[in-house]
């Protein structure tokens, strides 16, 4: 069973910065494509990144990419989403997700896997 993990959420003002890590367990951590997507107040699931296994391919939403930067560790299988210059709109519950070889379920917004998610809130 693939376990996913998140930490680093929390509060932060306007204009601060967060990093997102996701910790995976279970599961031979470089045969998945990793990804982040986020729910806000009344809002739907929207994907945010994701990344290739070898970190060779990067996909983000249209809106986040000169803010936002998807990583990973494959050593510490550990996938990362630093976040800058936050707003008030990126509040949100941030999950982490995962696929079995390609990313593209990741961005059709189904992978196989998710996470339990963490809280991101930017106070104005």
């Known amino acids: 069973q693939v376990r996913l993990e998140e930490s680093g959420g929390g509060l932060v003002s306007t204009g601060g910065s967060l990093r997102l890590s996701c910790t995976v367990s279970?599961?031979?951590?470089?045969?998945?494509?990793m990804g982040w997507f986020r729910q806000g107040p009344v809002k739907e699931r929207e994907f945010v990144a994701a990344?290739?296994?070898?970190?060779?391919?990067?996909w983000y939403a249209e809106s986040l990419k000169e803010r936002f930067t998807i990583s990973r560790d494959n050593a510490k299988n550990t996938l990362y989403l630093q976040m800058n210059s936050l707003k008030p709109e990126d509040t949100a519950v941030y999950y982490c997700?995962?696929?079995?070889?390609?990313?593209?379920?990741?961005?059709?917004?189904?992978?196989?896997?998710w996470g339990r998610g963490t809280q991101v809130t930017v106070s104005s």
């Open positions: 997700a995962a696929e079995s070889g390609t990313a593209v379920g990741l961005r059709r917004g189904v992978p196989d896997y």
């Open positions: 279970g599961r031979a951590f470089m045969s998945l494509a």
């Open positions: 990344i290739s296994w070898s970190s060779s391919s990067t």
